[in-house]
């Protein structure tokens, strides 16, 4: 497995300023860094991309739709600008180097309709999706769709649906994202659940229960790396959490408080916990 942490540990914008910060992730033992995008961000993607190679980093993405590109909306409009802005996602991943992106691409984050979604609104997920797949099979990038709780999304909460929409997209390069921070909430198991869904998995994040540094909590590490073991995962295992974040974050996340003494304490101490574990557990 490759050990890899999400820039959204210190910060949503990452630019030339940040080059001693990709130093520090690189000397600590990560294999990469993953990259929150946008349209918008990184700003640079040339010089992004300088200082990952710099520090011999590889990379992922992440991104979240926002609410005005919600890809299940029943305005054509809407959904249309919805694909639009993933095969952006996916083009800026490319041009990063990466070969992977990841997170909840099928709605906007936090849009609520105070229902159960529906049939239709499962089969526009499909179709757009399928239309975004397409392009980042030309890309050569990897699309993994992340489950959330059912506080940020009312769209797709458990392994089991995710695997259900990813056997529906039928398409080899959508994987599913599966994230320790929201399997607490939403699986009853998350060891279970982790090998029911074993051809589907593609990308792993590590986040404590609270958000904060991982070991520090509640939630079955043990079970969670003991599953990966059994179903041969050989993917990125990247922390995602939070320690202190901006003011645009930290709404979105519902963080009100710092979750952690700094950026580098939750990187290295999460880093050294999970490896450690890992080895334990005869995990290479």
Known sequence: MKYGVNTLVWTTRVDESHAALFSRIREWGFDGAELFLSPQEPADIPAVRKMLEKNQLECTTCSVIPRECHLVSPQPEVRARGVEFLKTCVDRTAELGARLVCGPMFAGLGVMTGRRRTPEEWNWAVEGLQVVAHHAQKRQVMVCLEPLNRFETYFLNTLEDAARLIHDIGEPNVKIHFDTFHANIEE????????????????????????????????????????????????????????????????AAAIWRDIAPSGDELAQQGLRFIRSLARGLGIK
């Open 188 to 251: 009853r198991h998350p060891e279970e659940a982790l090998r029911s869904v074993a051809r589907e998995l593609g990308h792993v994040h590590i986040s404590e229960n609270d958000r904060g540094i991982p070991g520090t909590g509640h939630n079955d590490w043990r079970g969670v790396l003991k599953a990966l073991k059994v179903i041969r995962y050989n993917g990125w295992m990247t922390i995602e959490s939070f320690a202190q974040p901006e003011p645009d974050l930290a709404a």
